[in-house]
């Protein structure tokens, strides 16, 4: 059987599990526009004192921020990995994964998903399309696609980074603030690495990449030709991070001491 044959087994297999619980998705969803909309209002609070920060207009960090959410949401919907050490190896549920003939990884995010997580790409849509509008942004034919690409990479970004904080657990089982830490630091890419100083725009770029989810792919709509380059390296960065977290993620099962030992 195909990985996403099973994929899409176990995707069927949540949603009628979720729909027999509508009011709790419901209040789910709700929770994550309310979320969103209170980060887009922090945006329009700081623009009612200034028109520009650093060279960007407001409704250029509108759309970043749009942008930012579509990876952010595929992310969320798959990389629910926030307490894999606690679930997982402190409690002893590794054992259980390591029995079966797929991928422990892939068989994980089929575990965690949150398919309802997506509609933060629906919304992340319509920011981007106000926005864009606003700023009289037009697209070329091969722009959608463009688009798919540069969101492939940035979720990929952010899915490297947790899975590698992850498999960390694979040598110590102790808990951590570590997950919750660098979830408040990712969010440091929805805006303008230029309004950060120098170190922390390094950061941001080459150690934890958190800026190609957000600010580098929307440049390239937004016609910053000064951000040109990283635009387009997003998806590198994105394939490069997410597969040397493998690799550590891979390692790690190998060093695994199962529960109780």
């Known amino acids: 059987m195909s990985y996403l044959s ?16 509508r009011a709790d998705m ?13 980060n887009l209002i922090f945006i329009l609070v700081v623009f009612g004192h200034t028109s520009l920060l650093s060279g960007w207009s407001k409704d250029e960090m509108v759309f970043i921020y749009g942008f930012f959410l579509v990876p952010f949401a595929i992310f969320g919907a798959f990389f629910n990995i926030w307490d894999f050490t606690d679930r997982y190896i402190v409690k002893g549920e590794m ?10 990884l892939f068989q994980i995010i089929l575990e965690r998903m949150e398919l309802e997580s997506l509609f933060g790409v629906i919304t992340g849509l319509g920011i981007m399309f106000y926005s864009g509008r606003q700023l009289g942004l037009s697209l070329h034919w091969y722009d959608p696609f463009v688009f ?6 940035g979720a990929l970004v952010y899915a490297g980074i947790f899975v590698a904080l992850a498999s960390i657990g694979f040598w110590s089982d102790s808990k951590t603030d570590i997950m919750p830490t660098m ?6 890419g929805r805006y303008p690495v230029n309004i950060y100083n120098r170190i922390i725009r ?12 957000g600010v580098y792919p929307s440049a390239y709509f937004l016609g910053r030709d000064e951000w040109y380059g990283y635009a387009f390296f997003t998806p590198v960065i994105g394939v490069i991070f997410f597969g040397l977290s493998v690799v550590l993620w891979n390692y790690g099962v190998t060093k695994y001491r199962g529960a109780g030992n």
């Open 6 to 21: 099973i994929f899409f087994q176990y995707a069927g297999q949540y949603l009628k599990t979720r729909l027999t619980y």
């Open 26 to 38: 419901l209040v789910e969803i709700f929770s994550d526009l309310l979320f969103q909309a209170v």
């Open 95 to 104: 054992d259980r994964i390591l029995t079966r003939p797929i991928h422990s």
């Open 148 to 153: 798919v690409v540069l969101v492939a990479g």
């Open 183 to 188: 979830y408040n630091i990712g969010n440091y």
């Open 202 to 213: 390094y950061v941001l770029t080459w150690i934890l990449p958190f800026a190609f989810v």
